[in-house]
């Protein structure tokens, strides 16, 4: 069964009819031969070419938006893998978002204080319609930060799910799923807000809000300067 005609065309936030969006998109997969190789080479761009960034802006439908996302070079896991979907939507590979809630073993210690918990709740991730399935990809994280982290690279070959490991390269733990939110067509920006609302309180999600407003959505933090917690 072919799916739903909704997962190929564009929204306001997955702008995959936007100039930018497309030339991304081709610029990429010029040598790719058929839907999977396509995929392949989308996910490594929106990988490594977007660099992971926790203290990305959140609030606001255009932190999400494909072409703001590819302006702007780095993005958090959500905004990374509405980007994937997008661009997998201009190769006219159906794509769709999904969301699970995960527990991070290894982050940074400002990080952790930010957020006041180890669980990242509605972490992003993309879905592509590739040979008859859904195959789950997760281009969050850039080769230059799982270095640092001793974490291997995810890979993505477009037939198997794209998951994060258990376990880094030192086999510590890494990351645990804890539960699974379901797919959507386009970004449920209030139903991520609420979310975070209930998991980290109310006056936090608000006084995250504020610093980026008072910094004019650019604060001045390293996230790749942190300290990494071992």
Not at 154 to 177: A, I, V
Request: aromatic share 14%; charged share 25%.
């Amino acid at each position: 069964m072919n799916p739903d005609k909704i997962y190929l065309e564009p929204t306001p936030i997955l702008d995959s009819d936007h100039p930018r969006v497309v030339a991304y998109a081709r610029e990429h997969t010029e040598a790719a031969a058929g839907p999977v190789e396509t995929a392949v080479a989308l996910y490594y761009a929106v990988r490594d070419g977007i660099w992971y960034d926790p203290y990305a802006p959140f609030y606001r439908p255009e932190h999400y938006r494909a072409s703001w996302i590819l302006e702007r070079g780095r993005g958090y896991c959500v905004p990374k893998a509405a980007l994937l979907c997008a661009l997998a939507r201009t190769q006219g590979i159906p794509a769709r978002i999904g969301f699970a809630t995960v527990r991070n073993h290894l982050a940074t210690r400002q990080l952790l204080e930010h957020i006041g918990s180890d669980l990242f709740v509605y972490h992003g991730f993309t879905e592509l319609y590739l040979e008859g399935k859904w195959v789950k990809a997760t281009p969050a994280f850039n080769v230059e930060l799982c270095n640092r982290h001793r974490v291997a690279p995810l890979e993505f070959d477009g037939t198997r799910d794209s998951l994060f490991q258990p376990y880094n390269l030192e086999k510590k733990q890494f990351m645990e799923y804890v539960e699974y939110h379901g797919t959507h067509a386009d970004v449920p920006l209030k139903e991520i807000l609420s979310a975070w609302e209930k998991a980290y309180g109310r006056k936090r999600v608000q006084a995250w809000i504020t610093l980026y407003e008072e910094a004019e959505e650019h604060p001045r933090r390293d996230f790749y300067g942190e300290d990494v917690v071992k």
